[in-house]
Nanobody, 125 residues
Framework: QVQLVESGGGLVQPGGSLRLSCAAF????????IGWFRQVPGKEREGVSC????????LYTEFAKDRFTISKDNEKNIVYLQMNSLKPEDTAIYYC??????????????????WGKGTLVTVSS
């Protein structure tokens, strides 16, 4: 059974860091695109970052560039999102998702078929 489980969220002060994890079950994440998305209740979900299955290329939304880093540990079947210099506006529920396509390169949320339940990140003093 395909399952994605996020963890690592929590309360952090502005300027702090968190590392989110997305553990994949039921499939090997080596060559599958996995993306991170976030949503503030009442607002639309937005993309954060993506690591492509085809070639490992990474994409970042503008607000995530220079602060967030996506990486993958194929041995552990986990995708990480290291978040530094966090701001109050980063407060959201963070989700990981995949389209489960081997060697794919699509990072849009509209292509993702499998989603985790999310982990809450709160940035506040």
């Amino acid at each position: 059974q395909v399952q994605l489980v996020e963890s690592g969220g929590g309360l952090v002060q502005p300027g702090g860091s968190l590392r989110l994890s997305c553990a994949a079950f039921g499939f090997a994440s080596d060559y599958v695109t996995i993306g991170w998305f976030r949503q503030v209740p009442g607002k639309e979900r937005e993309g954060v970052s993506c690591i492509k299955g085809r070639n490992g290329d990474t994409l970042y939304t503008e607000f995530a560039k220079d602060r967030f880093t996506i990486s993958k540990d194929n041995e552990k079947n986990i995708v990480y999102l290291q978040m530094n210099s966090l701001k109050p506006e980063d407060t959201a529920i963070y989700y990981c998702a995949t389209d489960l396509i081997q060697y794919g390169s699509r990072c849009s949320e509209y292509n993702m078929d499998y989603w985790g339940k999310g982990t809450l990140v709160t940035v506040s003093s």
